[in-house]
């Protein structure tokens, strides 16, 4: 029932902005865990950005190769999960994923596609 569709994805030059969303459709979740994932062609999924929520506390931690780069954020209202790339470069290309956790159980999205490529 729970579904998470990403979006946003494209073909941008070196150097550009994109910004991808997640939105969760069907009945509200109250994750404590929400994650942006990459995989690149013949390369392992790897998690470059994750919020976390531990009672009233929200953390957020990066992969070293975002770090300064990508922002995740997550608003509530919406159900929505968001990472904001700036200065994309060619190592950034890879499907993206979206994931969220709770009650032991991860989630996962279709996936978009992002290109940087001059």
């Known amino acids: 029932q729970i579904q998470l569709v990403e979006s946003g994805g494209g073909l941008v030059r070196p150097g550009d902005s994109l910004t991808l969303s997640c939105v969760f459709s069907?009945?509200?979740?109250?994750?404590?865990?929400m994650r942006w994932a990459r995989q690149a062609p013949g390369k392992e999924r790897e998690v470059v950005a994750a919020?976390?929520?531990?009672?009233?506390?929200?953390?957020?931690g990066y992969k070293n190769a975002v770090e300064g780069r990508f922002t995740i954020s997550r608003d509530d209202a919406k159900n929505t999960l968001y990472l904001e790339m700036n200065n994309l470069k060619p190592e950034d290309t890879a499907v993206y994923y979206c994931s969220a956790s709770a009650d032991g159980s991860e989630y996962w999205g279709q996936g978009t596609q992002v290109t940087v490529s001059s």
């Open positions: 069907g009945h509200a979740v109250n994750f404590t865990t």
């Open positions: 919020v976390v929520d531990r009672g009233t506390r929200r953390g957020k």
